[in-house]
């Protein structure tokens, strides 16, 4: 089954810059990748996503980048605020299941 | 209000008890979800419900059972929990699985066995 890493699980970024996030997955036919924001005492929210017919998306501050090749997708958080900290998770798959990573914990200093 | 409500929100059970979670939307959403959190692992899905009474096993379905019998209403079931069922558990539903659009999720269950 397919089986989806996070590579980093703690990610400190100072106001302003950027925050990348890479995600790695297995199973070629996962077709749907999702990135969820979960607070602090709170559920998980969708924050963006992106399907395998393209290999970019933007929304406003959020980037995510797929790459089918070396089965890897990737957030990218511009210009960081300080709401920006909480956990962040990937997550890869389609057709009803998606596998999450662990988990990225990122911090955005003042 | 787009919204997954789930009951309660913290728990303490004795080993041996039977534990009852409960989980309703009020997005007519046909696929709902009940996954487990646990620290550096993510998060694992334990059922899928389709529909009404159209449930299928996740990746960790030992120990758990779920019943749809309302689309909006989907519980998760332990009987006889276990001192490793300890978790957050999140109830999500979707409008599709199969149009691969997004997940909501509600805010979670934290059970405590002991």
């Known amino acids: 089954g397919e089986k989806v890493e996070q590579h980093e699980s703690t990610l400190s970024v100072r106001e302003g810059d950027s925050a990348v996030i890479n995600c790695t997955y297995t199973d070629t036919a996962s077709s749907y990748f999702p990135w969820y924001k979960q607070e602090a005492g709170k559920g998980l929210h969708f924050v963006i996503d992106i399907r395998s017919n393209v290999d970019r998306k933007q929304s406003q501050r959020l980037i995510v980048l797929l790459d089918k090749k070396a089965k890897r997708f990737s957030l990218h958080i511009t210009a960081t605020q300080p709401e920006d900290s909480a956990i962040y998770f990937c997550?890869?798959?389609?057709?009803?299941?998606?596998?999450f990573g662990a988990g990225t914990r990122l911090k955005v200093i003042a | 209000d787009m919204k997954v409500t789930q009951m309660p929100r913290y728990l303490i059970k004795r080993m041996g008890e039977n534990v009852l979670l409960e989980c309703g939307q009020d997005?007519?959403?046909?696929?709902m979800y009940w996954y487990r959190q646990d620290p550096g692992l993510g998060l694992q899905l334990i059922y899928i419900s389709y529909d009404v009474d159209s449930n299928s096993e996740g990746d960790i379905p030992k120990g758990y059972r779920v019943s749809r019998k309302k689309r909006e209403h989907f519980s998760l079931i332990l009987d006889s929990a276990k001192t490793n069922q300890t978790s957050v558990y999140f109830c999500?539903?979707?409008?599709?699985?199969?149009?691969?659009?997004?997940?909501?999720f509600g805010k979670g269950t934290r059970l405590t066995v002991v």
């Open positions: 997550a890869a798959g389609g057709n009803y299941k998606y596998v």
């Open positions: 997005m007519s959403h046909e696929t």
């Open positions: 999500a539903s979707s409008l599709s699985g199969t149009l691969n659009t997004e997940v909501f």
